[in-house]
């Protein structure tokens, strides 16, 4: 399904609500592949919990084993996660060459953990106060501590690496398993780490890259580099059929840009096939989070508060991990990822920006805070259950509630569009099948809107999944 022809069906749909007043090449972090050897690619996501921001983990170690010759490292050095901020979407985490085997077992070794928590009152109360964060780490109280810093989980279908070619492994933590809370619902510190490790292939679903935010070194005819996570650099190359955000190109990146891509990496080369490339600063400086308050809730916003979970780059002094208020002067433009068309600001401007919302932020950082030139809404992923008898196929919606962050923030129940083109997956063929009388689990990945009339905010599904019970 190309994302165009998602968000053109978007476009009508939206339409015809707002008419009817309803609401609703190879990396360079890798050497040339040898007749003994091949590449594993590591693809992060997870399971959300109620409002927790963040989930911070340090990876100091993963290895595969084939139980008979010495463990094989596939993550270099020590990585910094935050499984939260990936809030059920796929994210590429590193790329290596292993040598080539058939691998059973995987071992993941964690350290300082840490968890960041909304603290919310209720959101309808005159005025409304802005939500707060929370941080528990080793040294507070309760104190954060891993019941096993050492993980081994076997996997269910080998992970066969051949020579020349690409395998991967979908690492999703569940953090819902993971951390543990009393019987009031109050976290104990306790994080037993509850991991879901499966061999994939590129051209699997879990394999998909949906975001991938990073800062362009340089750029090709055909192909630009990127610098990702801990300096590796990957190479991604663009055709006809790449959809570039805004009307842009190869020609508007430079050596300032950030961008979030999405798409597949090629089995044979190890690049990243780019499906949709964004950019979402020209200003060497971006800061991607959810929004947790606006101010003025209603009409134009002159601020808004982002919980920012992601910053480029990193050591800037923007407080990441934190909640900081976003001034608003008039001049930022506004886009919607995967929404190339001219109807954009009729959906996502500054009166139309509400808590729960996937945003990001970039301009010039000077002094501690930025002047925002560009504001990009971006989709996200919830966990959630179906609301029994909400289903209404002639309007194409049903009421979802979803179990994570932002499902602290909605308030309550959220209405769930589809378009002719939302996929179902899970056993799933239509909107049809989410009927009975008992709550269907389900993941559901697109945008939060707002709805213009009531002010609520609504969700346009790109992806909808039955889960396993």
């Not at 040898?34 to 919990?49: M, R």
């Not at 991967?168 to 809370?181: A, E, K, N, P, T």
């Not at 590796?232 to 059929?241: E, G, I, R």
């Amino acid at each position: 399904m190309k994302p165009m022809k998602w968000l053109n069906a978007l476009s009508v749909l939206a339409l015809v609500a707002l008419a009817s007043g309803c609401g609703g090449g190879s990396s360079s972090s890798t050497t040339t592949s040898t007749p003994q050897s091949g590449s594993v690619f590591v693809n992060g996501t997870d399971a959300p919990l109620p409002s927790v921001l963040s989930f911070q983990v340090d990876i100091t170690g993963m290895t595969v084993s084939d139980g008979t010759n010495p463990p094989v490292s596939v993550l270099n050095g020590t990585q910094t996660v935050d499984f939260a901020r990936l809030n059920g979407l796929h994210t590429l985490l590193d790329l290596n060459t292993i040598p080539m085997g058939t691998y059973t077992t995987v071992n993941v070794t964690l350290a300082n953990p840490q968890i960041g928590y909304l603290n919310v009152t209720n959101p309808q109360t005159t005025p409304p106060t802005r939500p707060t964060i929370t941080t528990l780490n080793g040294t507070t109280t309760p104190a954060v501590t891993l019941t096993q810093s050492s993980v081994t989980i076997p996997l269910s279908s080998p992970l066969t690496v051949n020579a020349g070619d690409i395998i991967g492994l979908s690492f999703d933590f569940d953090l819902r398993q993971s951390i543990q809370v009393d019987q009031n619902g109050q976290f104990t510190g306790v994080v037993n780490p509850t991991l879901d490790l499966k061999a994939i292939t590129p051209s699997d679903s879990d394999a998909y890259i949906d975001e991938f935010d990073v800062g362009v070194v340089s750029t090709g005819t055909s192909s630009f580099m990127i610098q990702g996570p801990h300096g590796h650099q990957f190479t991604v190359n663009v055709n006809d059929q790449t959809e570039w955000e805004n009307g842009e190109g190869l020609s508007n990146l430079t050596s300032t840009s950030i961008v979030e891509i999405s798409g597949t990496l090629d089995r044979t080369s190890g690049a990243i096939l780019a499906d949709t490339v964004a950019i979402l600063s020209q200003d060497s400086f971006f800061a991607g989070g959810l929004i947790t308050f606006v101010d003025p809730a209603t009409g134009t916003a002159n601020d808004f508060d982002l919980y920012a979970r992601n910053v480029l780059p990193s050591g800037t002094g923007f407080q990441s991990g934190q909640i900081s208020t976003i001034n608003l002067t008039g001049n930022e433009k506004y886009f919607v990822y995967w929404w190339h068309n001219k109807f954009t600001n009729l959906f996502f401007n500054s009166s139309l920006l509400v808590a729960g919302q996937h945003v990001s932020v970039g301009g010039p950082f000077s002094n501690g805070a930025v002047t925002v030139k560009r504001v990009v809404l971006r989709h996200e992923g919830h966990n959630g259950a179906w609301v029994v008898g909400s289903t209404n196929v002639g309007a194409s919606t049903f009421q979802f509630n979803s179990l994570g962050l932002a499902g602290v923030l909605f308030n309550g129940p959220v209405t769930v569009y589809c378009t002719p083109f939302t996929e179902f997956r899970g056993g799933l063929t239509g909107i049809g099948d989410l009927t009975g009388s008992a709550a269907i689990p389900l993941r559901v990945v697109g945008l939060v809107l707002k709805d213009p009339i009531s002010g609520q905010p609504v969700f346009v599904a790109r992806r909808v999944e039955k889960l396993a019970n």
